[in-house]
């Protein structure tokens, strides 16, 4: 099945438009909220179409994406009940609920594992607000994450130029369903050490 491919085209697609740095905040923002994808799928052929501007795409997914978890973190600590069958229809509510335990021990490591890893950040910003987590804390945590996720991002693709987007290409639907494979081993694991 061909799911990663057509996304990696769409967002190649996006990325040449000349409203692109506008849709590559859109895609960040979103995606710290409720949007499945993560910015990295725009970030990346941006840096390459331009690489001289690897740092200015890079601080725009981290500024837009630390406003997105803003407005997770809201949802969470004012509108938690809105959000909850939302949380419950996508089946993430056993989740959510360990995610939220956790926040009473870690925090601020938390979030910076959670924007710096391929780890839906979106959960975590949403059950930051509702632990009742600091505001200061929980931005500090996403700004570390999430720009030391996206400025690496950006820095390896300025790096690595036309021969990684080869690769990229070739190996995108492998690159997709390996980490999803990773992030259902960790959460098999993660039940099993409970």
């Not at 849709?23 to 390459?48: K, R």
């Amino acid at each position: 099945m061909r799911l990663f491919g057509a996304i990696y085209e769409r967002c190649l697609r996006w990325a040449a438009h000349p409203h692109a740095e506008r849709y590559l905040a859109g895609v960040s923002a979103t995606e710290s909220v409720v949007f499945p994808i993560p910015p990295d799928v725009m970030l990346a052929p941006m840096t390459l179409a331009r690489p001289e501007r690897w740092f200015r795409y890079a601080l725009i997914c981290t500024v837009a994406s630390v406003v997105g978890g803003m407005l997770g973190y809201a949802l969470g600590a004012y509108a938690l009940d809105a959000v909850m069958p939302w949380i419950e229809r996508a089946g993430k509510r056993e989740t959510f609920d360990q995610i939220h335990q956790l926040f009473a021990v870690y925090g601020f490591w938390i979030v910076f594992i959670a924007g710096f890893t391929p780890i839906p950040y979106k959960l975590f910003t949403i059950a930051s607000g509702a632990a009742g987590m600091g505001w200061l804390p929980f931005v500090l945590g996403s700004l570390v994450g999430r720009g030391g996720r996206f400025f690496l991002v950006a820095l390896l693709v300025r790096l690595g130029g036309a021969r990684l987007e080869t690769s990229l290409r070739r190996y995108v639907e492998w690159i997709g369903w390996g980490v999803l494979v990773l992030v259902v081993i960790g959460l098999v694991a993660w039940e099993l050490l409970r």
